[in-house]
C-alpha cells in the first residue's frame, strides 16, 4: 500500500527515497472501518482470522486478502496503478 500511495503522490517508485515518501502516511479511516466489518463477516461464516491485523485470511474453502489504503488527496499519476499493485503482490508472494 506505501508503494501505490508514492506512486500516486510522486509519479515515481525508482529509488529508497520517494519509497519513503508514504512512510509516515495515515490508512484511510474507511478502508479500515470496512476491513473490521470484514473481519466480523469471516468470523461468524469461518471462525476467527486476523484479517485486521495481518490482511489475509484462509482456510480449505476461501482465501481472502484485504488491504486498506492510504488515500492521496491530490495525485500526480494512477497510470499503471493495478500493475504496480499487482507486481507488488506477486512480489511479496515469493
Same mark, same amino acid.
Given at each position: 500500500m506505501f508503494i501505490a500511495a508514492t506512486k500516486a503522490g510522486t509519479g515515481a517508485?525508482?529509488?529508497?527515497?520517494? =519509497? =519513503?515518501?508514504?512512510? /509516515?502516511?495515515? *490508512? +484511510?479511516d474507511v478502508g479500515l472501518n470496512e476491513l473490521k466489518s470484514l473481519s466480523k463477516?469471516?468470523?461468524k461464516e469461518f471462525g476467527?482470522?486476523?484479517l485486521v491485523e495481518e490482511g489475509?485470511? +484462509? /482456510?480449505?474453502s476461501v482465501e481472502i486478502i484485504a488491504v486498506p489504503t492510504i488515500i492521496i488527496d491530490n495525485p500526480i499519476t494512477l497510470v499503471g496503478m493495478g500493475d504496480?499493485?499487482? +507486481?507488488?503482490? =506477486? *512480489?511479496?508472494?515469493?
Open positions: 517508485i525508482n529509488s529508497n527515497e520517494i =519509497l =519513503l515518501w508514504s512512510k /509516515d502516511r495515515e *490508512v +484511510s463477516i469471516v468470523a476467527t482470522n486476523n489475509i485470511f +484462509s /482456510d480449505d504496480t499493485i499487482s +507486481s507488488i503482490f =506477486l *512480489v511479496d508472494a515469493q
